[in-house]
Every structure is written in structure tokens, then in C-alpha cells.
Nanobody
């Protein structure tokens, strides 16, 4: 049974940083894409970032986080990370880890098979 468990969320002031982690179990995703989505109150769940399992593939970022967020993975630990810098109040959301891709439409929620339970990130102004 595949499980994705996020951690690292919390409350931070605008301009601050947080590092989210996603520990995967039940399957190895080292050669597969993994990513992050987020959902703010009253809004649709949206794509944040994705990293690919094949060498040479550059990470993909939403325009809203490009230059501020960095997605990385530790294949030995089967763990995905999201380093979030220069946080803004509009980054406040529940952040979800995703894995297991069905289609190449990485920014679509329906492309991903496995979802974590989410971790809350709150950025105060």
C-alpha cells in the first residue's frame, strides 16, 4: 500500500522560509515523477512543482512560485522536498505531495495517482 506523508508545514511570517518533506512508502518512486499541489481556502487545488525521475529532466514550477520554491528529491530515502523561500500570504494553503503519474499533463490534478493527506502552511503578513 502506497503512502505519502507530508511534514514541515507551519506558521511563518511573510518573507520567511519553510521546508516541506514527503516520505513515500510502499513503492519506490526514484524513477518516477513526484510533485506538489496546494489548495487555498475557497480555491481550486493547483499545481506547484514537479520533479522527474529521468536524468536531464528539469523541474517544473508554477509561475507563481518560480524563483522562490525549489523541489528536490532524495532517492535513497524515497523522500521529496519543497524548499519555500520568500513566502507570501498568498502562499497560504494546504500543500499536498503527489506521485504516480497517469498522463504527461503534470499540472493537472487528474494526472496523479497517489496523494498525501496534506500539510498546512500559513504565511502571516
Amino acid at each position: 500500500q502506497v503512502q505519502l506523508v507530508e511534514s514541515g508545514g507551519g506558521l511563518v511570517q511573510a518573507g520567511g522560509s519553510l521546508r516541506l518533506s514527503c516520505a513515500a512508502s510502499g513503492r519506490t518512486f526514484s524513477s518516477s515523477p513526484m510533485g506538489w499541489f496546494r489548495q487555498a481556502p475557497g480555491k481550486e487545488r493547483e499545481f506547484v512543482a514537479a520533479v522527474f525521475g529521468w536524468s536531464g529532466g528539469s523541474p517544473l514550477y508554477a509561475d507563481s512560485v518560480k524563483g522562490r520554491f525549489t523541489i528536490t528529491r532524495d532517492n535513497a530515502k524515497n523522500t521529496l522536498y519543497l524548499q519555500m523561500n520568500s513566502l507570501k500570504p498568498e502562499d497560504t494553503a494546504v500543500y499536498y505531495c503527489v506521485a504516480g503519474i497517469k498522463t504527461s499533463d503534470y499540472v493537472s490534478r487528474t494526472a496523479w495517482v497517489y496523494w498525501g493527506q496534506g500539510t498546512q502552511v500559513t504565511v502571516s503578513s
